[in-house]
Protein backbone atom coordinates (compact mmCIF):
# COMPACT_ATOMS: atom_id res chain seq x y z
CA UNK A 1 0.00 0.00 0.00
CA UNK A 2 0.89 3.66 -0.09
CA UNK A 3 3.17 4.71 2.44
CA UNK A 4 5.86 7.23 3.93
CA UNK A 5 9.01 6.76 5.81
CA UNK A 6 10.65 9.72 7.30
CA UNK A 7 14.29 9.79 8.76
CA UNK A 8 14.30 9.22 12.62
CA UNK A 9 14.89 11.95 15.34
CA UNK A 10 15.42 13.60 16.81
CA UNK A 11 18.05 15.94 14.69
CA UNK A 12 20.10 18.29 16.40
CA UNK A 13 22.02 20.87 14.62
CA UNK A 14 23.70 24.11 15.81
CA UNK A 15 22.71 27.36 14.44
CA UNK A 16 23.28 27.96 10.83
CA UNK A 17 24.36 24.26 9.85
CA UNK A 18 22.74 22.25 6.93
CA UNK A 19 19.56 20.65 7.34
CA UNK A 20 18.73 17.53 5.46
CA UNK A 21 15.69 15.29 6.67
CA UNK A 22 14.95 12.48 4.36
CA UNK A 23 11.98 11.29 2.95
CA UNK A 24 10.95 8.47 0.95
CA UNK A 25 7.21 7.10 -0.31
CA UNK A 26 5.71 4.32 -2.03
CA UNK A 27 2.96 4.49 -4.08
CA UNK A 28 0.68 3.33 -6.79
CA UNK A 29 -0.21 6.71 -8.61
CA UNK A 30 1.26 9.91 -8.97
CA UNK A 31 1.44 11.37 -5.42
CA UNK A 32 1.10 14.85 -4.18
CA UNK A 33 4.01 15.60 -2.28
CA UNK A 34 3.99 17.14 0.88
CA UNK A 35 5.83 18.83 4.29
CA UNK A 36 4.20 20.02 7.28
CA UNK A 37 6.19 21.80 10.56
CA UNK A 38 5.07 21.60 13.99
CA UNK A 39 5.72 24.27 16.21
CA UNK A 40 5.96 23.28 20.21
CA UNK A 41 2.29 23.27 21.51
CA UNK A 42 0.69 24.08 17.92
CA UNK A 43 -1.29 22.20 15.21
CA UNK A 44 0.89 21.34 11.84
CA UNK A 45 0.70 23.90 9.17
CA UNK A 46 2.23 23.52 5.46
CA UNK A 47 5.64 23.87 4.91
CA UNK A 48 5.31 23.56 0.93
CA UNK A 49 4.58 21.34 -1.52
CA UNK A 50 5.26 19.50 -5.00
CA UNK A 51 2.22 18.25 -7.55
CA UNK A 52 4.53 16.21 -9.65
CA UNK A 53 7.69 15.26 -10.89
CA UNK A 54 10.99 17.30 -10.88
CA UNK A 55 8.88 20.71 -9.04
CA UNK A 56 10.66 21.63 -6.51
CA UNK A 57 8.66 23.57 -3.42
CA UNK A 58 10.62 25.93 -1.45
CA UNK A 59 9.13 28.40 1.67
CA UNK A 60 10.78 30.26 4.73
CA UNK A 61 14.56 28.57 3.48
CA UNK A 62 13.32 25.38 3.34
CA UNK A 63 13.49 23.25 -0.07
CA UNK A 64 12.19 20.11 -1.37
CA UNK A 65 12.35 18.59 -4.97
CA UNK A 66 9.57 15.48 -6.00
CA UNK A 67 12.09 12.61 -7.27
CA UNK A 68 9.99 9.84 -9.34
CA UNK A 69 13.14 8.27 -10.16
CA UNK A 70 13.94 7.74 -6.26
CA UNK A 71 10.65 8.21 -4.67
CA UNK A 72 12.12 10.83 -2.44
CA UNK A 73 11.14 14.43 -1.44
CA UNK A 74 14.16 15.52 0.79
CA UNK A 75 13.65 18.38 2.62
CA UNK A 76 16.83 20.92 3.06
CA UNK A 77 17.83 23.91 4.53
CA UNK A 78 21.00 25.90 3.86
CA UNK A 79 21.30 27.17 7.18
CA UNK A 80 19.07 26.47 10.39
CA UNK A 81 17.69 28.68 12.45
CA UNK A 82 16.69 28.55 16.87
CA UNK A 83 13.25 29.05 15.47
CA UNK A 84 13.01 26.20 12.94
CA UNK A 85 13.10 23.84 16.33
CA UNK A 86 9.62 21.82 15.60
CA UNK A 87 8.94 18.45 14.54
CA UNK A 88 8.30 18.17 10.58
CA UNK A 89 5.80 16.05 8.98
CA UNK A 90 6.32 14.22 5.22
CA UNK A 91 3.05 13.28 3.79
CA UNK A 92 1.89 12.69 0.52
CA UNK A 93 -2.10 12.36 -1.20
CA UNK A 94 -3.01 10.05 -4.44
CA UNK A 95 -4.56 12.25 -6.82
CA UNK A 96 -7.77 10.12 -7.67
CA UNK A 97 -11.52 11.30 -7.08
CA UNK A 98 -12.67 12.12 -4.10
CA UNK A 99 -9.39 10.93 -1.93
CA UNK A 100 -8.24 13.92 0.22
CA UNK A 101 -6.74 11.68 2.90
CA UNK A 102 -3.17 12.29 3.12
CA UNK A 103 -0.49 9.37 4.04
CA UNK A 104 1.84 10.78 6.21
CA UNK A 105 5.72 10.10 7.97
CA UNK A 106 6.18 9.44 11.93
CA UNK A 107 7.78 12.83 12.01
CA UNK A 108 11.24 13.75 12.46
CA UNK A 109 11.67 16.68 15.83
CA UNK A 110 14.73 19.07 15.25
CA UNK A 111 16.10 20.95 17.86
CA UNK A 112 18.31 23.71 16.83
CA UNK A 113 20.50 25.13 19.51
CA UNK A 114 22.55 28.53 19.41
CA UNK B 1 -10.28 34.66 9.59
CA UNK B 2 -10.58 32.31 12.90
CA UNK B 3 -9.85 28.96 10.34
CA UNK B 4 -9.77 25.90 12.32
CA UNK B 5 -11.04 26.19 15.78
CA UNK B 6 -10.73 23.38 18.72
CA UNK B 7 -12.65 23.20 22.15
CA UNK B 8 -11.63 22.47 24.57
CA UNK B 9 -7.64 22.93 24.66
CA UNK B 10 -7.45 20.74 27.26
CA UNK B 11 -9.39 18.00 28.95
CA UNK B 12 -9.33 15.19 31.92
CA UNK B 13 -11.91 12.56 32.02
CA UNK B 14 -12.41 9.34 34.14
CA UNK B 15 -12.82 5.87 32.35
CA UNK B 16 -16.47 5.44 30.69
CA UNK B 17 -16.99 8.99 30.78
CA UNK B 18 -18.22 10.59 27.39
CA UNK B 19 -17.53 13.75 25.76
CA UNK B 20 -17.72 15.84 22.51
CA UNK B 21 -14.59 17.64 21.04
CA UNK B 22 -15.58 20.49 18.67
CA UNK B 23 -14.09 21.87 15.91
CA UNK B 24 -15.44 24.31 13.02
CA UNK B 25 -14.01 25.88 10.59
CA UNK B 26 -15.06 29.26 8.92
CA UNK B 27 -13.27 28.28 5.16
CA UNK B 28 -16.09 26.99 3.66
CA UNK B 29 -13.75 24.10 3.15
CA UNK B 30 -16.15 20.75 1.83
CA UNK B 31 -13.51 18.11 3.75
CA UNK B 32 -12.86 17.80 7.78
CA UNK B 33 -10.90 15.32 9.19
CA UNK B 34 -9.98 14.22 12.49
CA UNK B 35 -6.54 12.86 13.54
CA UNK B 36 -4.99 11.74 16.87
CA UNK B 37 -1.23 12.28 17.41
CA UNK B 38 0.81 9.98 19.68
CA UNK B 39 4.37 9.77 20.60
CA UNK B 40 6.52 7.16 17.67
CA UNK B 41 3.07 6.80 15.90
CA UNK B 42 2.79 10.09 14.00
CA UNK B 43 -0.85 11.11 12.71
CA UNK B 44 -3.43 8.64 12.42
CA UNK B 45 -7.11 9.54 10.90
CA UNK B 46 -9.94 8.36 12.98
CA UNK B 47 -13.02 9.91 10.74
CA UNK B 48 -13.43 12.41 7.96
CA UNK B 49 -16.22 14.01 5.69
CA UNK B 50 -16.20 15.02 2.71
CA UNK B 51 -19.48 16.92 2.92
CA UNK B 52 -22.31 17.68 5.36
CA UNK B 53 -24.29 14.55 5.50
CA UNK B 54 -21.08 12.68 4.60
CA UNK B 55 -18.85 10.53 7.09
CA UNK B 56 -16.78 7.80 7.23
CA UNK B 57 -14.30 5.82 8.36
CA UNK B 58 -10.36 6.14 8.44
CA UNK B 59 -7.44 3.89 10.16
CA UNK B 60 -8.54 4.51 13.91
CA UNK B 61 -12.34 5.03 14.25
CA UNK B 62 -13.40 2.62 16.90
CA UNK B 63 -14.23 4.40 20.04
CA UNK B 64 -15.33 7.61 18.19
CA UNK B 65 -18.80 8.94 16.20
CA UNK B 66 -18.66 11.32 13.87
CA UNK B 67 -21.75 13.60 12.35
CA UNK B 68 -21.79 16.76 10.12
CA UNK B 69 -24.98 18.29 10.07
CA UNK B 70 -23.33 21.54 8.46
CA UNK B 71 -20.09 22.73 6.58
CA UNK B 72 -18.43 24.26 9.43
CA UNK B 73 -18.79 22.03 12.27
CA UNK B 74 -17.62 18.79 12.40
CA UNK B 75 -18.14 17.18 16.01
CA UNK B 76 -15.90 14.32 17.61
CA UNK B 77 -17.86 12.28 20.25
CA UNK B 78 -15.92 10.06 22.60
CA UNK B 79 -18.78 7.09 23.57
CA UNK B 80 -17.25 5.77 26.61
CA UNK B 81 -13.18 7.04 27.58
CA UNK B 82 -10.88 4.52 27.78
CA UNK B 83 -7.08 5.46 28.81
CA UNK B 84 -5.82 4.80 25.31
CA UNK B 85 -7.82 7.39 24.02
CA UNK B 86 -5.29 9.50 25.89
CA UNK B 87 -3.77 11.44 22.93
CA UNK B 88 -3.41 14.74 21.28
CA UNK B 89 -6.59 15.06 18.55
CA UNK B 90 -6.30 17.33 16.02
CA UNK B 91 -9.22 18.91 13.45
CA UNK B 92 -8.41 20.01 9.93
CA UNK B 93 -10.08 20.92 6.65
CA UNK B 94 -9.54 21.49 3.12
CA UNK B 95 -11.46 22.60 -0.11
CA UNK B 96 -12.45 20.25 -2.39
CA UNK B 97 -9.94 20.87 -4.81
CA UNK B 98 -7.54 22.34 -2.49
CA UNK B 99 -4.06 20.86 -1.63
CA UNK B 100 -3.45 22.03 1.82
CA UNK B 101 -5.26 20.62 5.14
CA UNK B 102 -5.18 23.53 7.99
CA UNK B 103 -5.08 22.28 10.82
CA UNK B 104 -6.43 23.49 14.63
CA UNK B 105 -4.76 24.03 17.16
CA UNK B 106 -5.41 20.48 18.86
CA UNK B 107 -7.06 19.41 22.25
CA UNK B 108 -4.68 17.41 24.52
CA UNK B 109 -7.34 14.77 25.81
CA UNK B 110 -5.89 12.48 29.59
CA UNK B 111 -8.39 9.97 30.46
CA UNK B 112 -7.64 8.50 33.87
Known amino acids: GDSVTQMEGPVTLSEEAFLTINCTYTATGYPSLFWYVQYPGEGLQLLLK???ADDKGSNKGFEATYRKETTSFHLEKGSVQVSDSAVYFC?????????????WGLGTSLAVNP | NAGVTQTPKFQVLKTGQSMTLQCAQDMNHEYMSWYRQDPGMGLRLIHYSVGAGITDQGEVPNGYNVSRSTTEDFPLRLLSAAPSQTSVYFCASSSYRGETQYFGPGTRLLVL
Open chain 1, 50 to 52: ATK
Open chain 1, 91 to 103: ALRINAGNNRKLI
